[in-house]
């Protein structure tokens, strides 16, 4: 099984800001300082169900 | 269902020089409370003990926190942290990818997860042995280019039938 590479999408995605992610996981629809900025920004553009994440810090490994 | 790792990029450090990306059990979770939902990476973590999302998820699905169902935690450092629960549905949604058999059904199940402001920064759930890995029997097959898991929904029928052999 292919793993998913989401370093290519993330790659220059706004620090600190939240995302919304199309479906296909394959671009960044929109982004804003909060959720549900974000997922509604994504909805007003055709992204039904938009992916929500943020891109944590380069150093943020989770223990 | 056997759901793909997925790769996030981080920044080499000394003690890892030439690593630029990570691998995690990453799900696509259908969160929903009333008539609200939202879609949301979440890692699969046997570490944690709670299933726990940052705040800003609680404030999407109209959930009011603080709340009365509050529970404290820490992580690697001993600084409290408060995490508010809510009774949510949560659907697991198969995730697109290469290999993957793209007709596996999404699993629903009633989850009582906590909200909390000091997991914003991280900006995915984590989904941790109570309320997760207590309900499914999953398997972890890390490596490079095999990375899935496979979840069983480990139904009543099933510990009914074993405590019934005790």
């Known amino acids: 099984m292919e793993p998913i590479d989401l370093t290519g999408v993330l790659k220059d995605a706004p620090r600190g800001e939240w995302l919304a992610l199309s479906w296909a996981r394959d671009r960044i629809v929109a982004h804003a300082p909060s959720l549900t900025a974000a997922k509604e920004a994504a909805q007003q553009l055709g992204e039904l169900n938009p992916i929500m994440m943020k891109v944590p810090p380069l150093h943020a490994l989770i223990l | ?166």
């Open chain 2, 1 to 166: 269902m056997k759901i793909p790792f997925s790769f996030l990029p981080v920044q080499p450090d000394s003690a890892f020089p030439d690593r630029s990306e990570i691998k995690r059990p990453i799900v696509a979770l259908h969160l929903t409370a009333g008539d609200r939902s939202v879609i949301f990476f979440a890692v699969v973590d046997s570490g944690a003990d709670l299933c726990v999302f940052p705040a800003s998820v609680a404030a999407d699905l109209g959930i009011d926190i603080p709340n009365r169902s509050c529970s404290l935690f820490s992580g690697s450092n001993d600084a409290n942290q408060l995490a508010y629960f809510e009774e949510l549905q949560a659907t697991i949604l198969p995730m697109e990818a290469p290999n993957i058999d793209p007709n596996q059904e999404p699993l629903t199940f009633p989850l009582y997860a906590g909200f909390c402001d000091t997991l914003e920064h991280v900006g995915m759930g984590l989904l941790g042995q109570e309320g997760f890995f207590s309900r499914f029997k999953i398997s972890f097959a890390t490596m490079v280019a095999f990375a899935y898991l496979v979840m069983v929904a480990y139904d009543k029928p099933v510990r009914a039938y074993l405590r019934s052999k005790r």
